[in-house]
């Protein structure tokens, strides 16, 4: 347990910006084996230490209940931007229409490519052997963090910024967040992604086709 404690921290060290509390979320399993252990040790030294086991029992059980119940249930409905909300549904969809990967293009945001991923079930190997071509672009572009690449593939999808020059290609679908509405002639929405409160968060566009130029 001292290696699990002087290891759980080194992710949160090596994390940019505000999501240091995100990459410490291995230090949580370390406190509950030590509580653990705790209590099991005032349980089988000390006599009186199993009536207060009865005491405590319960107020752990509820104190579980309500957490499962808070993250859950409440969370989604309250901070689903937190919990990167909408990807499994959008993924979902996708597959669902059985859309080319190659006609897609994704608004990159925060590395969509891995809710794809991991939603897809994607093979690790066809993962690592996508991934290995981003490092080359990596080091051509003049970017801090590899998460602040732009323009990558991940098993035939296109991650990347839209831009306006994306609307001409015809007959490809693209997705973007929907604050980010794209009024444009060229461009047909053809799907909605909503929160739980029913606010729009993914838009799926498609792009005319060379027939309706």
Excluded: C
């Excluded at 994306?166 to 060229?186: C, G, M, Q, S, W």
């Amino acid at each position: 347990m001292i290696i699990w404690l002087l290891v759980a921290a080194i992710p949160a060290a090596l994390t940019k910006e505000g999501y240091r509390p995100n990459r410490a979320g291995s230090f949580l399993g370390l406190w509950s084996v030590i509580s653990a252990f705790g209590l099991w040790f005032l349980y089988t030294k000390f006599t009186l230490s199993k009536k207060i086991l009865l005491l405590v029992l319960p107020l752990i059980v509820i104190s579980y209940v309500y957490y499962l119940e808070d993250y859950a249930l409440a969370a989604p409905i309250r901070f689903p931007n937190s919990l990167s909300y909408g990807y499994r549904d959008l993924v979902t969809y996708i597959s669902s229409q059985n859309i080319d990967p190659n006609s897609v293009i994704v608004d990159r945001g925060n590395q969509s490519q891995t809710y794809f991923a991991f939603y897809q079930q994607i093979n690790p190997k066809l993962f690592q052997q996508d991934a290995s071509t981003w490092w080359s672009k990596y080091q051509e572009k003049p970017v801090l963090y590899l998460d602040m690449l732009d323009g990558y593939h991940l098993n035939g999808y296109t991650f990347k910024t839209v831009s306006p020059s994306d609307f001409e290609t015809p007959d490809i679908y693209i997705v973007t967040f929907a604050n980010k509405y794209l009024n444009h002639p060229r461009l047909n929405p053809v799907h909605t992604i909503y929160y739980p409160d029913r606010t729009p968060v993914f838009v799926i566009y498609k792009t005319i086709s060379k027939q309706g130029d």
